[in-house]
């Protein structure tokens, strides 16, 4: 069986996709409330000056899920700041915002990621297996 090499194009790839896969996700909702109001059917003018219109997207696959899964355990390898960069680049976010949160240029902000995706495809190159982040959640201690 070969190994797989990895390039900074297979690793923002992944990225990409597990942001989009992100976004595909159900919404998180608390548990416990409910709603006892009925549903308003508004007509179509009345929802045109809606703020936000909801978004209909599938559900991602299982593979899907697993591949962002793993991904987001390849953030361990990389800073904070690293983390932030590579993640607002996967969210397409514009380098003009990209700059004005690190307080840099383009040619500079870009460096950065990809100093951040090559950190990432050389530990995927060599082999090292991300290690599962500790639960913060002990149970009930009292």
Not at 8 to 25: F, H, K, M, N, Q
């Amino acid at each position: 069986m070969t190994r797989k090499h990895w390039t900074i194009d297979e690793v923002a790839a992944r990225y990409e996709e597990a942001a989009r896969t992100g976004r595909r996700l159900p919404p998180v909702r608390v548990q416990g409330y409910f709603n006892v109001w009925p549903i308003i059917v508004r007509q179509q003018w009345e929802r045109l000056s809606a703020d936000e219109q909801p978004r209909h997207y599938f559900p991602p696959s299982p593979e899907a899920v697993d591949r962002m899964l793993e991904t987001m355990r390849w953030m361990q390898w990389l800073d904070v700041e690293q983390r932030h960069l590579v993640w607002m680049r996967s969210d397409h976010q514009p380098w003009r915002k990209i700059c004005g949160r690190f307080g840099c240029d383009r040619t500079t902000a870009w460096r950065r990621w990809q100093k951040a995706l090559q950190t990432v495809a050389d530990q995927l190159n060599a082999g090292v297996v991300p290690r599962h982040a500790q639960s913060k959640n002990v149970g009930n201690l009292g």
